[in-house]
């Protein structure tokens, strides 16, 4: 409220619309005051801010799918670490108590499975602190220009997963680039603010390096393929854009394209990842109960065969 008020009096003293937004970078973003005035010099604003209005729910729309798709296994690996911990700590510990007053040797995989639970129960505070630091310091890492890159590169590469950030990457490059040309802004000025939205460091650098090759001659859509990290299918409606004249409108075919494989790609993870991490679970579960029970196991089949 407060900000509009003060883009209303700026108004007032005849400042234009995209100027006042300019002002509050923090709600208005490089974007949306390129296109706002876009609009303003074209005539066309009101037309301009229905697109950036549905431009802003769709990217919402993605970053809210890719989310859901993410956290899930996250919060269950951090379930599972936390059950895995809880049997360490608590019920191999008591076992291992009964097993010492037999003072018979204990099978391989139990006595590997004691020896863990004492080296958690020894060091866990030494564990926990350091678990934490290196999360902290990883996050850090990411902060700085090589640790972000890093990070991304990792991220673009990741089994599943990856393939999942890259068509989300992908549909926020084209839809971005392409409402930024439908409204007549510049093209390298276009590439500008794109690098500010995508959210990748590798897509970042990669048009970094195709706006200086743009500027050295080279079409849109050499430029981009020159730094191997566009798809074929992408580089090649530019390139059909650029000779028919209609970039912006097959730019927004295809981010409804990428969008669509965002969709199926969650869905399938959908329907995998949760079974699939529960049964992980419940191998992990099992097969730590079944090797502290094994000794037990082997003492009634012994048992058995004495009598």
């Known amino acids: 409220r407060k900000i509009l008020a003060k883009c209303a009096n700026n108004l007032k003293k005849a400042m234009s619309l995209s100027e006042s937004f300019g002002q509050s970078p923090g709600v208005f973003d490089g974007l949306y ?3 706002v005035h876009a609009g303003e010099i074209s ?3 009101h037309v301009i801010l229905e697109e950036l209005s549905d ?7 993605t970053r ?3 989310i859901s798709a993410l956290s899930y296994p996250i919060m269950v690996t951090i379930f599972l670490v936390a059950i895995v911990s809880g049997l360490l700590l608590f019920v191999v510990p008591q076992f291992a108590e009964i097993y010492a007053k037999f003072g018979a040797r204990l099978p391989g995989p139990t006595r590997a499975l004691v020896a863990m639970s004492q080296l958690l129960g020894t060091y866990f505070v030494p564990f926990v602190i350091g678990t934490i630091a290196l999360v902290f310091a990883t996050w850090i890492a990411t902060m700085t220009e090589k640790g972000g890159y890093i990070l991304d590169m990792i991220l673009l590469h990741f089994p599943v ?8 990457m992908m549909n926020r ?3 971005t680039f392409g409402i930024l040309l439908g409204a007549g802004v510049p093209v390298l000025e276009c590439l500008t603010h794109v690098q500010r939205v995508v959210g990748n460091r590798v897509l970042v650098r990669a048009l970094e390096t195709s706006k200086m090759l743009i500027k050295d001659g080279f079409a849109i859509s050499v430029a981009l393929k020159k730094t191997d990290v566009f798809p074929s299918t992408l580089i090649q409606l530019i390139a059909t854009g650029e000779e028919t004249g209609e970039m912006d409108r097959l730019l927004d075919k295809a981010a409804y394209f ?6 199926a790609i969650v869905e399938r993870l959908t329907a995998l990842i949760e079974p699939l991490m529960i049964i992980l679970i419940g191998i992990v579960v099992v097969s730590i109960i079944v090797t ?7 003492l009634g089949m012994a048992i058995q065969r004495g009598l």
């Open 33 to 35: 005051v390129a296109l």
């Open 43 to 45: 005539g066309s604003l």
């Open 55 to 61: 431009y802003l729910e769709v990217m919402a729309d």
């Open 64 to 66: 809210r799918k890719v």
């Open 161 to 168: 997963f990856g393939n999942l950030v890259n068509n989300s």
């Open 173 to 175: 490059f084209a839809k």
């Open 258 to 263: 990428y969008a669509k494989q965002v969709d």
């Open 292 to 298: 502290i029970y094994l000794p037990i196991f082997k």
